[in-house]
């Protein structure tokens, strides 16, 4: 009697151990679509900022730039420090740093407070993408497997996507168009914060916090031959996420005639969404092979972006505009599934650091570059020159696109066990598309 009263009793403290397991797996989730909603949220307003308060295309590229540099500041810096401090600790201050950004925001009439709301959610985006996803994988149920990478890798996309409908929504329908999506935001800030912090840590806290901030960037030597057309791909397609957020505001407003903020909050989803089903196709082909087919659909996509601009076609445009998510997709996640083929845990983060440094200056040079020469070039005119840059990493892709080397010989091969669904997929799907998200609500 004694021995089975002994054995009843784990049983019974396991069942509210388990409930508080899954609380913090849905905190987690939560945390992590509100803290990408929040960093999509400023979008569709662009052009009320533009009409109202006189910005220019010039300082809403420079809102692009102080959110990449936000985001990769944390992601280089910080992006360990939930390994040292706890999860809990670090999700609280990425939501703590997007609260702050949307206090900033709700009283947007000077380009510079533009700027501190958009660095402050930059950083809080970066943090939240690191602290929240280990969140996620440490209290995910083990059944079904796939759920905790489909979540950390779809939930930024769904919440990049509610955060901009929700945004244009208001802006058209709600009242307080310019601080409504603001005060929505915070409130579900404040309750992903007290769900967090009601939830249990799932991370032992370790010494070493202050060595991790010291960014690694580097990738193995095995996979070196694979960096120049995989830059060629995340510089391609992240400009052209800048693009979006810098120029396309103005582009719908003066090129396509509608000053609908829905409807610019539909384009910026358009785009986004497709890349989520872009990644998983990608695994279907070799890695080279993912990256040439990614490119070249991008590339088509962006053509039919040209047409409907000069032709003032709003429905070509958001096609096209879906095609090209759909291709960056394909391309992002084959050329991050080469540069972590048969990666250890060690070699991870440091080829993370490496390929969102090569992201965020995608994002943040052509931006930089492009806001200055919107001074004295047409919308149309800027609009080719991303053009003009997706065709030569197109063509660069196309041509020098390689798979693994394996074996002594040099030949180049790719190991069809990654390729479907290796033991690092789960991996390469949930931080490749981390990056997506976090740029394009830059």
Same mark, same amino acid.
């Given at each position: 009697?004694?021995?089975?009263?002994?054995?009843?009793?784990?049983? =019974?403290?396991? $069942?509210?151990?388990?409930?508080?397991?899954?609380?913090?797996?849905?905190?987690?989730?939560?945390?992590?679509?509100?803290?990408?909603?929040? #960093?999509?949220?400023?979008?569709?307003?662009?052009?009320?900022? !533009?009409?109202?308060?006189? *910005?220019?295309?010039?300082?809403?590229?420079?809102?692009?730039?102080?959110?990449?540099?936000?985001?990769?500041?944390?992601?280089?810096?910080?992006?360990?420090?939930?390994?040292?401090?706890? !999860?809990?600790?670090?999700?609280?201050?990425?939501?703590? &740093?997007?609260?702050?950004? /949307?206090?900033?925001?709700?009283?947007?009439?000077? =380009?510079?407070?533009?700027?501190?709301?958009?660095?402050?959610?930059?950083?809080? %985006?970066?943090?939240?993408?690191?602290?929240?996803?280990?969140?996620? $994988?440490?209290?995910?149920?083990?059944?079904?497997?796939?759920?905790?990478?489909?979540?950390?890798?779809?939930?930024?996309?769904?919440?990049?996507?509610?955060?901009?409908?929700?945004?244009?929504?208001?802006?058209? *329908?709600?009242?307080?168009?310019?601080?409504?999506?603001?005060?929505? /935001?915070? /409130?579900?800030?404040?309750?992903?914060? #007290?769900?967090?912090?009601?939830?249990?840590?799932?991370?032992?806290?370790?010494?070493?916090?202050?060595?991790?901030?010291?960014?690694?960037?580097?990738?193995?030597?095995?996979?070196?031959?694979?960096?120049?057309?995989?830059?060629?791909?995340?510089?391609?397609?992240?400009?052209?996420?800048?693009?979006?957020?810098?120029?396309?505001?103005?582009?719908?407003?003066?090129?396509?005639?509608? !000053?609908?903020?829905?409807?610019?909050?539909?384009?910026? #989803?358009?785009?986004?969404?497709? +890349?989520?089903?872009?990644?998983?196709?990608?695994?279907? *082909?070799?890695?080279?092979?993912?990256?040439?087919? @990614?490119? =070249?659909?991008?590339?088509? @996509?962006?053509?039919?972006?040209?047409?409907?601009?000069?032709?003032?076609?709003?429905?070509?445009?958001?096609?096209?505009?879906?095609?090209?998510?759909?291709?960056?997709?394909?391309?992002?996640?084959?050329?991050? !599934?080469? &540069?972590?083929?048969?990666?250890?845990?060690?070699?991870?983060?440091?080829?993370?650091?490496?390929?969102?440094?090569?992201?965020?200056?995608?994002?943040?040079?052509?931006?930089?570059?492009?806001?200055?020469?919107?001074?004295?070039?047409?919308?149309?005119?800027?609009?080719?020159?991303?053009?003009?840059?997706?065709?030569?990493? %197109?063509? *660069? %892709? $196309?041509?020098?696109?390689?798979?693994?080397?394996?074996? %002594?010989?040099?030949?180049?091969? /790719?190991?069809?066990?990654?390729?479907?669904?290796?033991?690092?997929?789960?991996?390469? +799907?949930?931080?490749?598309?981390?990056?997506?998200?976090?740029?394009?609500?830059?």
């Amino acid at each position: 009697m004694h021995g089975s009263m002994q054995n009843v009793v784990p049983v =019974i403290k396991q $069942v509210p151990r388990r409930r508080m397991i899954r609380l913090a797996f849905l905190s987690a989730v939560i945390s992590l679509v509100v803290s990408f909603a929040t #960093a999509a949220a400023p979008i569709p307003l662009y052009n009320i900022y !533009r009409t109202e308060d006189g *910005f220019t295309n010039a300082g809403i590229s420079m809102a692009v730039i102080a959110n990449a540099v936000g985001t990769i500041t944390a992601l280089l810096v910080l992006g360990r420090l939930s390994n040292h401090l706890g !999860r809990r600790v670090t999700a609280i201050a990425s939501l703590s &740093l997007l609260l702050l950004g /949307c206090l900033l925001l709700l009283n947007v009439h000077e =380009i510079d407070t533009l700027l501190a709301g958009r660095l402050l959610v930059g950083v809080g %985006t970066g943090l939240a993408s690191s602290s929240l996803t280990s969140y996620i $994988v440490d209290a995910a149920p083990s059944k079904p497997e796939w759920l905790a990478s489909v979540v950390s890798s779809q939930g930024p996309m769904l919440g990049v996507a509610i955060g901009a409908i929700a945004s244009g929504a208001f802006a058209e *329908f709600g009242p307080w168009p310019r601080e409504l999506i603001y005060l929505v /935001c915070i /409130c579900f800030l404040l309750l992903s914060v #007290a769900l967090v912090a009601i939830s249990p840590e799932t991370a032992t806290p370790t010494p070493g916090a202050w060595r991790s901030l010291l960014p690694k960037v580097s990738v193995p030597a095995r996979v070196r031959h694979l960096l120049p057309v995989a830059a060629a791909v995340f510089l391609a397609t992240w400009a052209s996420g800048g693009f979006y957020q810098a120029f396309m505001p103005a582009l719908v407003q003066d090129e396509l005639n509608s !000053r609908s903020p829905l409807i610019l909050g539909l384009v910026f #989803a358009a785009y986004m969404t497709p +890349s989520v089903l872009g990644a998983p196709i990608g695994g279907w *082909f070799t890695s080279a092979l993912a990256q040439r087919v @990614g490119m =070249i659909i991008f590339m088509a @996509g962006m053509m039919g972006i040209s047409t409907a601009i000069l032709t003032g076609t709003l429905v070509l445009f958001i096609t096209a505009t879906m095609v090209a998510g759909a291709g960056q997709g394909i391309a992002i996640s084959a050329a991050t !599934r080469g &540069l972590l083929h048969a990666s250890d845990q060690v070699e991870r983060a440091p080829i993370f650091s490496t390929i969102y440094l090569l992201c965020y200056s995608g994002a943040a040079f052509p931006s930089l570059i492009s806001g200055q020469l919107s001074n004295a070039f047409s919308l149309v005119q800027i609009t080719f020159g991303y053009g003009g840059l997706a065709l030569v990493a %197109t063509l *660069f %892709t $196309v041509l020098g696109a390689r798979n693994l080397h394996t074996g %002594t010989t040099g030949n180049s091969t /790719c190991d069809s066990s990654n390729d479907t669904g290796s033991p690092i997929r789960g991996t390469v +799907s949930r931080e490749s598309s981390l990056s997506r998200p976090t740029l394009n609500p830059n």
